[in-house]
């Protein structure tokens, strides 16, 4: 799963979704881990609930940067280590529960960048302006195209390769 998570992000710069000059809302998974707490929107801004998604990570996993952009804040808050980067789509993604920041406010990160090391859990929130979004939206998703099946003993035809795209890349069309 590790290496397919890997192979798959550094192909996902060459299929179009992560291209840096265009400004798509595709964004890549920070680690390749399970989502063990779902985006639950508050009711109010002091309510609770998640505004982003927690991952279960094992202590020293590197954290990587969704998509380009600049560090925004690197530190920490009531003892908890964040970073935020602001991407040229608008979007501002939050890294938290981090052991080690690997950035500082105002450097450019790439897509895939070290930004930290994860400890037990990493929290990934997505933000426009102070409006939290689901991230799950927002996370870049294989599309598989339909292939024919073959007739008896001929063989299988070339089918369209796969596309990747997320659901808030859907939406905008």
């Not at 299929?15 to 680690?31: E, H, I, K, Q, R």
């Not at 895939?112 to 994860?118: E, F, L, P």
């Not at 929290?123 to 939290?132: A, E, K, M, P, S």
């Amino acid at each position: 799963m590790r290496r397919l998570a890997v192979l798959f992000l550094s192909m996902w710069g060459g299929l179009g979704v992560g291209d840096t000059s265009v400004a798509s809302p595709c964004l890549a998974p920070p680690v390749a881990a399970v989502v063990v707490d779902r985006f639950r929107p508050p009711g109010c801004s002091w309510c609770p609930g998640n505004r982003g998604l927690e991952y279960a990570t094992r202590p020293g996993t590197t954290v990587r940067a969704a998509a380009a952009g600049r560090v925004e804040f690197s530190g920490s808050v009531a003892g908890t280590l964040y970073v935020v980067v602001r991407h040229r789509t608008g979007l501002r993604t939050t890294y938290g529960s981090l052991a080690v920041r690997a950035v500082a406010v105002g450097e450019w990160v790439q897509r895939g960048s070290r930004v930290g090391t994860a400890g037990s859990t990493l929290f990934f929130g997505v933000r426009l302006g102070d409006r939290y979004l689901d991230p799950q939206r927002y996370l870049v998703q294989r599309v598989r195209r339909p292939r024919l099946v073959p007739v008896a003993g001929r063989p299988r035809p070339p089918g369209r390769p796969d596309r990747f795209t997320c659901t808030a890349a859907l939406a905008r069309r």
